[in-house]
């Protein structure tokens, strides 16, 4: 089956790239491979350069998009945030008074559509990195309206899918999504750690993909990540959202790059992606769009944020 552009067919964001990224990008990529890059995440990366898949991918992305696009349109609809602060979690945001638009605290469906949620593009990342690494036991931390869910768990080898919400309202609305894509999934509303506390003994199998995406406080994501290590399988693809979103995440990736057990850690853009491979093996560090040392996906968020600012 040949390979073709997803940009048109489902309004996917053009090339967000500046000027050499995408050469430099494919350099990287043949870099990369030749000092021993695992296929796991061959075809992801590629994807990211390239952005073809194939109409077996497509047939999945037009279905996962068709949610969101339903969703989107309930612009007068909205839900509650999980929120965290110094005493602990706090679902207060759930019980806000509905007006005429959505209180403080509150999203409109269509805002958890095209902001909350994991883009197209994205999206298509995260079902080719379980698909390429044939992950069996998927877990998410963060499933917001279960789109990024959505998308991993229709990897053809995922069996057991299991995903973590705070907000009762975000998790009612994501397990419609999944119910309409998959036939088994596991979603368990609670603040991370209680999740973790009751999912992580069962976890006889162990995780084969682990995906990050929820609180953006300092540390947090390495502390989860600690957690997890127990549990990854040798081979394991862990992936972190937002790691440009502030110099407090962005200096937890960049540690990452010294945690013993990472085979690999690549700044792939928007996401962090990281290849477990147990014990006291150092992680092989790189940067999918690099040059002069400079992350050129970071250099674009800050000149967007600089922009509209």
């Given at each position: 089956?040949?390979?073709?552009?997803?940009?048109?067919?489902?309004?996917?964001?053009?090339?967000?790239?500046?000027?050499?990224t995408?050469?430099?990008?494919?350099?990287?990529?043949?870099?990369?491979?030749?000092?021993?890059?695992?296929?796991?995440?061959?075809?992801?990366?590629?994807?990211?350069?390239?952005?073809?898949?194939?109409?077996?991918?497509?047939?999945?992305?037009?279905?996962?998009?068709?949610?969101?696009?339903?969703?989107?349109?309930?612009?007068?609809?909205?839900?509650?945030?999980?929120?965290?602060?110094?005493?602990?979690?706090?679902?207060?945001?759930?019980?806000?008074?509905?007006?005429?638009?959505?209180?403080?605290?509150?999203?409109?469906l269509?805002?958890?559509?095209?902001?909350?949620s994991?883009?197209?593009?994205?999206?298509?990342?995260?079902?080719?990195?379980?698909?390429?690494?044939?992950?069996?036991?998927?877990?998410?931390?963060?499933?917001?309206?279960?789109?990024?869910?959505?998308?991993?768990?229709?990897?053809?080898s995922?069996?057991?899918f299991?995903?973590?919400e705070?907000?009762?309202?975000?998790?009612?609305?994501?397990?419609?999504?999944?119910?309409?894509?998959?036939?088994c999934?596991?979603?368990?509303?609670?603040?991370?750690?209680?999740?973790l506390d009751?999912?992580?003994?069962?976890?006889?199998?162990?995780?084969?993909?682990?995906?990050?995406?929820?609180?953006?406080?300092?540390g947090?994501?390495?502390?989860?990540?600690?957690?997890?290590?127990?549990?990854?399988?040798?081979?394991?693809?862990?992936v972190?959202?937002?790691?440009?979103?502030?110099?407090?995440?962005?200096?937890?990736?960049?540690?990452l790059?010294?945690?013993?057990?990472?085979?690999?850690?690549?700044?792939?853009?928007?996401?962090?992606?990281?290849?477990?491979?147990?014990?006291?093996?150092?992680?092989?560090?790189?940067?999918?769009?690099?040059?002069?040392?400079?992350?050129?996906?970071?250099?674009?968020?800050?000149?967007?944020?600089?922009?509209?600012?």
């Amino acid at each position: 089956m040949g390979g073709q552009s997803m940009a048109g067919r489902f309004g996917l964001e053009g090339r967000w790239t500046l000027p050499l990224t995408s050469t430099v990008g494919w350099r990287r990529l043949r870099n990369m491979k030749r000092n021993g890059l695992p296929k796991a995440l061959c075809r992801p990366l590629q994807f990211l350069l390239d952005r073809t898949i194939s109409e077996e991918d497509a047939r999945v992305i037009e279905r996962i998009e068709a949610l969101r696009a339903k969703m989107a349109e309930r612009s007068a609809d909205s839900v509650g945030v999980f929120q965290e602060d110094e005493d602990g979690p706090s679902i207060a945001a759930e019980s806000a008074a509905q007006s005429s638009g959505p209180a403080q605290g509150r999203r409109s469906l269509t805002e958890v559509a095209h902001v909350s949620s994991v883009s197209p593009l994205w999206g298509t990342f995260l079902y080719l990195c379980a698909k390429a690494a044939g992950s069996k036991t998927i877990l998410e931390l963060g499933t917001a309206a279960g789109i990024s869910g959505c998308y991993l768990a229709s990897a053809p080898s995922c069996r057991r899918f299991i995903t973590v919400e705070g907000s009762p309202e975000r998790a009612r609305l994501a397990q419609a999504h999944l119910r309409q894509v998959v036939g088994c999934f596991e979603l368990v509303t609670a603040s991370f750690d209680a999740a973790l506390d009751r999912i992580l003994p069962g976890l006889r199998d162990g995780i084969d993909l682990a995906f990050i995406d929820g609180s953006k406080k300092k540390g947090e994501n390495l502390r989860l990540f600690d957690r997890l290590s127990a549990r990854l399988n040798p081979g394991s693809v862990i992936v972190f959202d937002d790691i440009h979103w502030s110099t407090d995440l962005w200096n937890d990736w960049n540690d990452l790059g010294h945690r013993a057990g990472l085979a690999h850690a690549i700044g792939a853009g928007r996401f962090g992606v990281c290849l477990w491979g147990g014990g006291g093996v150092r992680p092989r560090t790189d940067t999918l769009y690099g040059i002069a040392g400079l992350d050129l996906y970071g250099v674009k968020q800050r000149l967007s944020r600089w922009r509209s600012g």
